[in-house]
């Protein structure tokens, strides 16, 4: 058994020393670590050099994904990961998903939990639950993706090169459509109960640099692509899907008009958006609905939008005979806001719906406070 890991590199001398240490003191050490880097125009490329003693390999100007390409073409290793160059790993990650992929021969890949980090918040790690449970991207599509940076992911190379590598394309959602290709077929991915990736969260994350209209409607067209692109494959393999797949690329172009009329400030757009996207997700179980609305929201807050203000909006606009959905939104803010915050937001942003709003205060009553 032997693993290679790729690090992707662009001006992270910021992070790359922590990033790196966590890397050499995984229990179940790499073969190799590729440093592939982007253009870098500090000094990060030599920090690596300087201090670890790993050649860097230049790829400049192409991107993350087409980075991760060109390492992927330069290993042989039995297992492959992927590593941002700010995320960390605690010292068992290594260990633990290449157990798992061992253990069981069909799943193409596994993931750990991830615990979102950053400046004066160290990750939340846990090893104690090792437990592999079944991870199924086709179940969920559409929605929010199940694994939220491939910096927890260990991927079988045989598995990887089959599906044509890393995509270079899909910039921004590379990601969503590798998990869906890599089970597209009859492969599995598998994720493992313990928190062993910690994403850090800050200003320089490509997230976090899409506050703009156009990069945002870039985004979303990547993503209906990517998942399109992959629908085409699994349809190959389980034709039996169609009208469930199809069904659901209907809900994602929904979603999309209705993502781009809250960013135009089109109220009336927005709530044809979403009466097509209601209409779409009848039948559907509150779980997928959840997910679509978790996904939609997650996309308008790359603007620099207040939660609040994204479901306030997404609530008032919504048809108010899909009770279901409402519900969901109505939960969705409870659990994250206080009545006052609530009650201040619909003010500040002149919305007029007093039944929602009843029933927003009444759930979000229940719920334990924002943090």
Known sequence: MSISVIITLFNGARWIRETLKRVFEQTTAPAKVVVVDDGSTDDSPEIIRREFGLPVMGHPGKGPEAARRFGLAHVETEFVAFLDQDDLW???HLEILSAALIADPRAAAAASKVSLCGKNKPPRWSTRHRTAVPLDHWKTFGGTAAVKTPSAVLIRRENLVRCGGWPADYTGVADRFMWLRLTAEN???????SVTTGKQVHDSN???AMRNRDRIADYLDAAMRASLDAAAV???AHPEERALLERRMEICRNGKDAGLAFLDNDWGALREAEEALSQGMHGE???YRFRILKSLAW???RLGRRDSEVLLRMLCA??????ATSQILRGMLGRRFRPGEILRDAWSLRLICPASLHAVIRASG???PAT
């Open 206 to 208: 490509l997230s976090a």
């Open 187 to 193: 492969a599995t991915m598998i994720q493992c109960e």
């Open 285 to 287: 179980p509150d779980s």
């Open 90 to 92: 605690h010292r068992k």
């Open 318 to 323: 919504w048809p108010r005979g899909d009770r």
């Open 366 to 368: 229940r719920c334990e």
């Open 299 to 301: 996309q308008l807050r």
């Open 234 to 236: 699994r349809l190959t």
